[in-house]
T-cell receptor, first 115, second 110 residues
């Protein structure tokens, strides 16, 4: 089955700096890659996603890049703010039809933004 | 907005008890999932369902079963609770816009 590795497990940055979280996946058939943010005590929430026909996607201060050849994808957060502090999870799935919709998650990155 | 509701926020059960965790979604989604979340291990898939009465094992199904009799409700069952099943359990429902998670049930087995 699919295996998703996520690095680093913890990341501490100063407010205003950029943060990058990287994930690799094992199944070349995976084609959907979402990122979730989980604040302390709350549910994971989708912040951005990318499909395999796209190399990069941006939404304000966050962006995701995908390299299908190397089977890795990354989350980039620019101009970090204290409210960006949370655990971030990457995930992968094959994206269509029955059991292919299941997501395999990375183990998470605890991001701390210091004011 | 999609609502995914888990019936209990906190549960304490005794070893050997049969435990039911309930999840309800209000958007007629076909796909529903149960994950457990443990520190340092991320979210691991226990079971999922892609239609009424259809279920499939995830990565860690041992000790669990599920039931999906109606489209909106997906139940996770711990047949005989054990202390190693103490965890946060998250239900999710899938739409074309992605997964929506419930608030989670923190289960403690004593």
């Amino acid at each position: 089955g699919e295996n998703v590795e996520q690095h680093p497990s913890t990341l501490s940055v100063q407010e205003g700096d950029s943060a990058v979280i990287k994930c690799t996946y094992s199944d070349s058939a995976s084609n959907y890659f979402p990122w979730y943010k989980q604040e302390l005590g709350k549910r994971p929430q989708l912040i951005i996603d990318i499909r395999s026909n796209v190399g990069e996607k941006k939404d304000q201060r966050i962006a995701v890049t995908l390299n299908k050849t190397a089977k890795h994808f990354s989350l980039h957060i620019t101009e970090t703010q204290p409210e960006d502090s949370a655990v971030y999870f990457c995930a992968a799935s094959k994206g269509s039809g029955g059991s292919n919709y299941k997501l395999t998650f990375g183990k998470g990155t605890l991001l701390t933004v210091n004011p | 907005d999609v609502k995914v509701t888990q019936s209990s926020r906190y549960l304490v059960k005794r070893t050997g008890e049969k435990v039911f965790l309930e999840c309800v979604q209000d958007m007629d989604h076909e796909n529903m999932f149960w994950y457990r979340q443990d520190p340092g291990l991320g979210l691991r898939l226990i079971y999922f369902s892609y239609d009424v009465k259809m279920k499939e094992k995830g990565d860690i199904p041992e000790g669990y079963s599920v039931s999906r009799e109606k489209k909106e409700r997906f139940s996770l069952i711990l047949e005989s609770a054990s202390t190693n099943q103490t965890s946060m359990y998250l239900c999710a429902s899938r739409s074309t816009y992605g997964y929506t998670f419930g608030s989670g049930t923190r289960l403690t087995v004593v």
